[in-house]
């Protein structure tokens, strides 16, 4: 895994943070999960999406990376980990947000709900808005991904909702249908199971 200091400032408070963006990765020993969540030791997820500790205020990584040598000896090594309600605050108080970033919020919100469900083996129960969230994930995979990749996870998508007919339409749709992950969320669809499983 090839790592990479660098360092942001806040927008609004301008207070200065250390952190590593991964330069290459691998996923050796890596466990992939049905929602498309990745857990590996050589693997850093990076949160894009930043709280200042000093101000509270949100983020976006990318946008306010800053010069090391200015800063290199006046910075904090530390942001906050953001919770589900983190994320669903900043969505709530931010409507001028790109599909990619939405996209983003979006699927780290779903993947925070499903970590209480994941290698259980139990029915993924969802409320109000997780329903709402995976339905708006379906019209930003239809805007951002290629034909195969939004029809498997919107397949995936509906699996989890409950709508095993339409899940299996919509996988029947795919022109490679004998790849594995297909395969295997295929197999969940006719067993009519909406588990979070380990792939």
């Known amino acids: 895994m090839l790592l990479n200091t660098i360092f942001i400032k806040c927008p609004e408070c301008k207070k200065i943070f250390q952190t590593i963006e991964m330069l290459s ?33 949100f983020f976006w990584q990318n946008d306010n990376i800053v010069e090391l040598n200015k800063y290199a000896n006046h910075f904090d090594e ?10 669903i605050t900043y969505l709530n108080e931010n409507n001028n947000i790109t599909d990619q970033q939405e996209l983003y919020i979006r699927k780290e919100i779903r993947w925070l709900y499903n970590h209480d469900f994941r290698n259980k083996n139990v029915e993924l129960k969802l409320d109000s808005f997780q329903i709402e969230n995976l339905k708006k994930l379906i019209n930003l995979y239809e805007i951002l991904l290629n034909k195969d990749d939004y029809l498997v996870n919107k397949a995936d998508i509906l699996r989890n909702l409950g709508l095993f007919d339409k899940a299996e339409q919509t996988i029947s749709r795919i022109s490679d249908i004998k790849s594995d992950y297909t395969l295997k969320i295929l197999n969940a669809i006719k067993q009519k199971n909406n588990a979070i499983f380990e792939l």
């Open 78 to 87: 530390y942001y906050y980990n953001l919770s589900m309600n983190d994320y």
């Open 25 to 57: 990765g691998n996923t050796f020993g890596a466990l992939f999960y049905s929602d498309g969540f990745l857990l590996a030791p050589m693997y850093k997820n990076q949160q894009l999406l930043l709280k200042c500790t000093n101000c509270y205020s």
